[in-house]
């Protein structure tokens, strides 16, 4: 399977941005999908969590600026970042929660202050 994030890009404190995971390949199920996120120089964290059935989680850091989402139909996870902050800026992944796929390439996301 191969993950292929879009969206990220530069925006100022306060922006918006919406990031894309597609997935593709063949016989897969995507069930429990995550968004993680790295900082420079910094172990790639959770950032939130949709289960099959629409079931979403957050770290405490995003919760309530971030939404997660997914279209089953066309294999693709979204995260929708509100009210984002330079704190934010990180490569943004998505992958299945378990087992986990091969990583993407990622998205940059810079937040400037």
């Known amino acids: 399977v191969q993950l292929v994030e879009s969206g990220g890009g530069l925006v100022q404190a306060g922006g918006s941005l919406r990031l894309s995971c597609a997935a593709s390949?063949?016989?897969?199920?995507?069930?429990?999908m995550r968004w993680y996120r790295q900082a420079p120089g910094k172990q790639r964290d959770w950032v939130a969590t949709?289960?099959?059935?629409?079931?979403?989680d957050y770290a405490d850091s995003v919760k309530g600026r971030f939404t997660i989402s997914r279209d089953n139909a066309k294999n693709t996870v979204y995260l929708q970042m509100n009210s984002l902050r330079p704190e934010d800026t990180a490569v943004y992944y998505c992958?299945?929660?378990?087992?986990?796929?091969?990583w993407g390439q990622g998205t940059q996301v810079t937040v400037s202050s």
């Open positions: 992958n299945r929660a378990f087992p986990q796929w091969s």
């Open positions: 949709i289960s099959s059935g629409g079931y979403t």
């Open positions: 390949g063949s016989n897969f199920d995507m069930r429990t």
